[in-house]
């Protein structure tokens, strides 16, 4: 968190930790950016790590002894799946201060998801003028946006488990999943750490938003343990119709 706060608390920064009220979940704050129509400000995380997925009512309002429940409202589609939630009023925390920091405002929401879905969501800050901020630790320049590379050093920061390098060894053919192997002998990611940003180094650009571990999965005529996924930016940012911070 940005050391430099300004009225209702500090900025906060790329890497910090962020849960769902009510949620013991964790996850990481990506970035921020704007929306394209309006100009506003919003964080981008993932979508997975923050509640448990929400249960269907229960068939015409009864519950198991009779009684009435409250029937949420329906959800409401948009292009491209995303499902507009702030009538639900989800609500994201930072996790060290347990402090208030923003507001679902879009998400698609598929737990569990495969290759070719979102599983991304996005989050208006409480303060807008306070709250969002273009840095992104250690680097000292703010990363552009471009698409992912084979064969580029990619890193990932989060203030809980520190900087982290590794290699993209494959883009989906679909151009929706990026796989990461790490290029030392450590772990390429640690609890907490999905929705944070990759930043390729050599394009000095932010390329995916970090999803988490898979198995067994074979690229380029090899089997591979343990890989790390994520999901392309530039097709997040046209489903969710987002322009740099």
Not at 60 to 74: A, D, I, N
Not at 105 to 123: F, H, K, M, N
Not at 192 to 213: C, H, S
């Amino acid at each position: 968190m940005s050391t430099h706060g300004h009225g209702k608390g500090p900025r906060l920064i790329a890497g910090e930790p962020l849960s769902e009220e009510g949620s013991p979940y964790e996850t990481s704050l990506g970035g921020w950016f704007r929306l394209r129509e309006s100009g506003d400000p919003v964080l981008l995380t993932v979508e997975h790590r923050l509640g448990p997925p929400v249960l269907p009512p229960a068939p015409s309002g009864l519950t198991m002894g009779g009684g009435l429940v409250p029937q949420p409202p329906p959800y409401s589609r948009g292009e491209d799946g995303i499902v507009d939630r702030r009538h639900e009023g989800r609500w994201l925390r930072h996790v060290t201060t347990q402090t208030r920091v923003a507001q679902v405002v879009a998400t698609e929401a598929r737990q569990w998801s495969p290759s070719g879905l979102l599983d991304a969501c996005i989050a208006a800050p409480v303060d807008p003028a306070e709250r969002g901020t273009g840095e992104y630790p250690p680097v000292s320049w703010v990363p552009r946006v471009a698409a992912p590379r084979v064969g580029s050093t990619v890193m990932k920061y989060t203030s809980r488990g520190g900087l982290h390098r590794g290699r993209i060894i494959s883009v989906g053919e679909d151009g929706q999943e990026v796989l990461v192997t790490a290029t030392d002998d450590r772990h390429f990611s640690v609890s907490g750490e999905p929705g944070a940003l990759l930043i390729d180094l050599e394009a000095r650009a932010a390329v995916a938003l970090y999803l988490g571990d898979v198995y067994m999965r074979g690229v380029n005529e090899r089997q591979w343990a343990v890989l790390w996924s994520a999901r392309p930016l530039p097709l997040l940012m046209e489903s969710f119709r987002l322009a740099p911070f």
